[in-house]
């Protein structure tokens, strides 16, 4: 268990619907990730986002958008779905500290939400 | 870019040795993450280097050079549970950038 947690487990919508993914980060992590996994693909990374603050942005549609909260949770919003964003979406967190720079960026993974659009 | 190269497959046989290999683009470098993802679970931490050099865990090793940007993960006395994915990540300076191979996927074959 790496203490990332991640709602729901599944999720089945239609397509031009609109969907919401939560994450939890580990205790004290105030880095949250956010990655899309299609079937049989590698991890694309989506966005980052540091204590509230986004930091890094991949390969993110518009249609998708993410935030951070106060209490470090994090969720990841898609909209408009289409039958290609059926995949996984993981969440990680980190606990590097920003102002430090120091320790290393080691990602501890949430056990993913597996989105199917039909 | 900041291209990660890694095989696409590899097939081994239980109880021999694998070596993976991932190379990078060495401008920003600041350490290298392998990463064990089995079939529809999460990526699970391996190791993480930045020095060069080979640091071995258990049956587990990785290997860096910086100057090379190269780095591979040696697997020992393969087990059936080894079948997995491992991804290569590089962390580079500048964003908090951790940038990630799209993975190798080994069969260990009985």
């Known amino acids: 268990d790496s203490g990332v947690t991640q709602t729901p487990k599944h999720l089945i919508t239609a397509t031009g619907q609109r969907v919401t993914l939560r994450c939890s980060p580990r205790?004290?992590?105030?880095?949250v990730y956010w990655y899309q996994q299609s079937l049989d693909q590698g991890l694309q990374f989506l966005i980052q986002y540091y204590n509230g603050e986004e930091r890094a942005k991949g390969n993110i549609l518009e249609r998708f958008s993410a935030q951070q909260f106060p209490d470090l949770h994090s969720e990841l919003n898609l909209s408009s779905l289409e039958l290609g964003d059926s995949a996984l979406y993981f969440c990680?967190?980190?606990?590097?500290?920003?102002?430090?720079?120091?320790?290393?960026?080691?990602?501890?993974f949430g056990p993913g939400t597996r989105l199917t659009v039909l | 870019g900041q291209n990660i190269d890694q095989p696409t497959e590899m097939t081994a046989t239980e109880g021999a040795i694998v070596q993976i290999n991932c190379t990078y683009q060495t401008s920003g470098f600041n350490g290298l993450f392998w990463y064990q993802q089995h079939a529809g679970e999460a990526p699970t931490f391996l190791s993480y280097n930045v020095l060069d050099g080979l640091e071995e865990k258990g049956r587990f090793s990785s290997f860096l050079s910086r100057s090379k940007g190269y780095s591979y993960l040696l697997l020992k006395e393969l087990q059936m549970k080894d079948s997995a994915s491992y991804l290569c990540?590089?962390?580079?300076?500048?964003?908090?950038?951790?940038?990630f191979g799209a993975g190798t996927r080994l069969f260990v074959k009985a």
């Open positions: 990540a590089v962390d580079y300076t500048g964003g908090f950038k951790t940038i």
């Open positions: 990680a967190s980190s606990g590097r500290d920003r102002e430090k720079l120091d320790g290393t960026d080691t990602q501890y």
């Open positions: 205790s004290g992590d105030l880095s």
